[in-house]
């Protein structure tokens, strides 16, 4: 299955997308799976070993993916109206 470019979506249209996906109840559930398995409720480092700096910076890239949700979900559509909006 092929995915669309986003290039080709405004930062409207992207912020739209992301609040009827996860405004929905069954979103909700998907969000709250996806803090849980990305290190937003718990430390980033999971072994009590020595700190392997390859799966902190995994996890640390989890964990921003979550928080970029977070950040969009959080935002108002009038700031991807005035180009204001969370992306990157």
Not at 3 to 28: C, K, V, W
Not at 47 to 69: C, F, K, Y
């Amino acid at each position: 299955m092929s995915m669309p470019d986003t290039t080709t979506y405004t930062t409207l249209e992207i912020f739209r997308a992301y609040e009827a996906t996860f405004s929905t109840p069954i979103g909700q559930v998907v969000l709250e799976d996806l803090k849980r398995a990305n290190h937003l409720y718990g430390s980033l480092v999971t072994n009590s070993g020595p700190i392997d700096p390859m799966q902190m910076a995994i996890a640390e890239g989890e964990r921003n993916a979550i928080l970029r949700i977070l950040a969009i979900l959080q935002s108002k559509e009038s700031d991807y109206v005035t180009g204001n909006g969370a992306r990157g």
